[in-house]
C-alpha cells in the first residue's frame, strides 16, 4: 500500500457541546459546528453519545443526522440503550468505545478480546441495519484478531498514550508506541479490518500517525474545537489536512 490515497478525516463535535452545556444555554450549536467543518471539507462528522448526555444529546444526534450530507459516525458505548438509538438513527457507522472502567483494557481501548461473543452478537443487527461497525481499541494483536472475529469492519486505533508521550517529550516512549501502532495497522489491514485512529492528536502530532500506510481515516476533535477559538474551526481543519497530506506525501 503506498501512500497516494488521500486520508479522510471526521471530525468530532463532541466538546462544542461541552461547551453549550457549561452554560447551560443553546450555544454553541453542534449542527453548526458540523455544517461548518462539512463546509471546511471534513469527510465526516463524528459525535459520541454518552451515557451520562455529558456533551452530545439526543437531539443533537438527531439533528445531526439529519442536518450534513456527509456521513455520521455514531460514538457510543456497547448498550441495549445506544443500540436502539443507533438503529433509530441510522449513521453510516458506529463506533463503539469504552465508557464505564470494567470495559477498559490496561491500554485504553475497548476490550473485544475479553467480551467477544457480547460484543458478536451486539453488532449484528447494526451491520445488519448497514452500519459500519467500529472497535475503538488499542494495538494489542488480542483486540484486533477478536475485532476481526466478532466481524467488526473497522478498528479504530487509540493514539491516546502516543499523543500524551508526545506531549510529554518522552521522545523515546512515543516512538515505541507509534511503532506498535504501526505494527497493528498492518495487522488489522492483513485481517481485511479497515484502520482508522484518533484520539488526542494535534497540528504537531499528527503527522506520524498520518503516514502510517494503512490508515484511512483520522477522527479528531478536542484540539480542532480548542484552536477554533484562535483561528477559527475552518482554518483549523484546513490546517490540519494541510498536515495530514503532507505527512502522505500529498
Ligand atoms: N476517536 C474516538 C473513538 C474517540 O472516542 C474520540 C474522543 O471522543 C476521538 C476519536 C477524538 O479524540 P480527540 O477529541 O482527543 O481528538
Known amino acids: 500500500m503506498t501512500h497516494s490515497s488521500p486520508l479522510r478525516l471526521g471530525i468530532n463535535i463532541d466538546h462544542v457541546a461541552t461547551l453549550r452545556n457549561a452554560r447551560g444555554s443553546v450555544w454553541?450549536?453542534?449542527?453548526?459546528?458540523?455544517?461548518?467543518?462539512?463546509?471546511?471539507?471534513?469527510?465526516?462528522?463524528?459525535?459520541?453519545?454518552?451515557?451520562?448526555?455529558?456533551?452530545?444529546?439526543?437531539?443533537?444526534m438527531a439533528a445531526i443526522k439529519a442536518g450534513i450530507a456527509i456521513p455520521l459516525n455514531f460514538e457510543c458505548g456497547a448498550t441495549d440503550e445506544m443500540q436502539a438509538i443507533c438503529l433509530a438513527t441510522r449513521p453510516h457507522a458506529?463506533?463503539?468505545v469504552p465508557e464505564r472502567r470494567e470495559e477498559r483494557t490496561t491500554e485504553g481501548g475497548l476490550d473485544v478480546a475479553g467480551d467477544e461473543a457480547r460484543l458478536k452478537a451486539f453488532?449484528?443487527?447494526?451491520?445488519?441495519?448497514?452500519?459500519?461497525?467500529?472497535?475503538?481499541?488499542?494495538?494489542?494483536?488480542?483486540?484486533?484478531?477478536?475485532?476481526?472475529?466478532?466481524?467488526?469492519a473497522v478498528v479504530e486505533l487509540h493514539t491516546g498514550l502516543y499523543s500524551d508521550l508526545h506531549a510529554e517529550g518522552r521522545t523515546d516512549e512515543a516512538e515505541t508506541e507509534l511503532a506498535a501502532l504501526y505494527t497493528g495497522?498492518?495487522?488489522?489491514?492483513?485481517?481485511?479490518?479497515?484502520?482508522?485512529?484518533?484520539?488526542?492528536?494535534?497540528?504537531?502530532?499528527?503527522?506520524?500517525?498520518?503516514?502510517?500506510?494503512?490508515v484511512?481515516?483520522?477522527?479528531?476533535?478536542?484540539?480542532?474545537?480548542?484552536?477554533?477559538?484562535?483561528?477559527?474551526?475552518?482554518?483549523?481543519?484546513?490546517?490540519?489536512?494541510?498536515?495530514?497530506?503532507?505527512?502522505?506525501?500529498l
Do not use: K, Y
Request: with cysteine; glycine share 10%; net charge negative.
Open 123 to 152: 453488532i449484528a443487527p447494526l451491520r445488519d441495519a448497514g452500519a459500519r461497525v467500529s472497535m475503538f481499541i488499542s494495538h494489542d494483536p488480542r483486540q484486533i484478531e477478536a475485532s476481526a472475529r466478532i466481524g467488526a
Open 185 to 214: 495497522a498492518a495487522l488489522a489491514h492483513s485481517l481485511g479490518l479497515e484502520v482508522h485512529a484518533g484520539h488526542g492528536l494535534t497540528f504537531d502530532n499528527v503527522g506520524p500517525i498520518a503516514a502510517i500506510p494503512q
Open 28 to 60: 454553541p450549536d453542534p449542527l453548526r459546528a458540523a455544517l461548518l467543518a462539512q463546509e471546511a471539507g471534513a469527510d465526516g462528522i463524528t459525535a459520541h453519545l454518552r451515557e451520562d448526555r455529558r456533551h452530545i444529546r439526543d437531539a443533537d
Open 216 to 249: 484511512q481515516e483520522l477522527n479528531i476533535g478536542h484540539f480542532l474545537i480548542g484552536e477554533a477559538v484562535f483561528m477559527g474551526l475552518g482554518p483549523a481543519i484546513a490546517e490540519m489536512r494541510r498536515r495530514m497530506n503532507a505527512a502522505r506525501g
Open 94 to 96: 458506529v463506533c463503539l
